[in-house]
């Protein structure tokens, strides 16, 4: 074997334990930001559970930590869609029409949510505190519309695991308002 070779495991199994100690603890920015939103616990539980959360400096601003969460919550609202899409809109459980309308609305806010939150980090990145303010603020109504819908058929749902679902999502998005407020 090359000496080059007889070398790479070294800095490898180095920069794999970084790694892993990185995912161990949230930063002590993260941490401080965090206890300022709404939903502390799912706030640092998000950063430490995604994959985003790991490149996120140590040294991160709040309008930097806002940009990844803001990733975050739109995968996790790309997985709400998919999941109301595959497990309940073409799923094996037979739905009165009722429900599957509720759902289909319910998907279409969450589609739509993450479009604003798309935006929202357009604004972001451009400086625009108001446009940032005013697609956060349809973002939570899309989640919003997607809750209410839901609970209107709740007895009714084959799966709770949905619901929670958007509950968690619409945290997060009030996770990120506080976030953005506090840049703004």
Not at 68 to 74: A, D, F, G, H, P
Not at 151 to 159: C, G, I, S, W, Y
């Amino acid at each position: 074997m090359s000496p080059i070779m007889n070398n790479v495991p070294l800095p490898l199994s180095f920069f794999i334990c970084l790694s892993f100690f990185s995912l161990l603890n949230a930063s002590p920015d993260i941490t401080k930001i965090c206890e300022k939103v709404k939903h502390k616990d799912l706030c640092i539980s998000s950063f430490k559970e995604s994959y985003l959360g790991r490149y996120v400096p140590d040294n991160a601003d709040v309008e930097a930590l806002a940009s990844v969460i803001i990733k975050i919550t739109v995968n996790s609202a790309s997985d709400v869609s998919r999941n109301l899409k595959t497990t309940v809109l073409e799923g094996p459980v037979p739905l009165t029409p009722e429900v599957r309308a509720k759902y289909g609305i319910c998907d279409s806010e969450v589609v739509s949510a993450m479009k604003e939150l798309d935006k929202v980090r357009t604004a972001m990145e451009f400086g625009n505190h108001k446009k940032e303010k005013l697609n956060m603020d349809a973002a939570l109504t899309n989640t919003e519309n997607c809750e209410r819908e839901l609970k209107q058929v709740e007895a009714q749902l084959p799966d709770k695991k949905q619901f929670d679902e958007v509950i968690v999502l619409k945290e997060l998005l009030e996770n990120i308002d506080d976030i953005i407020k506090m840049v703004g």
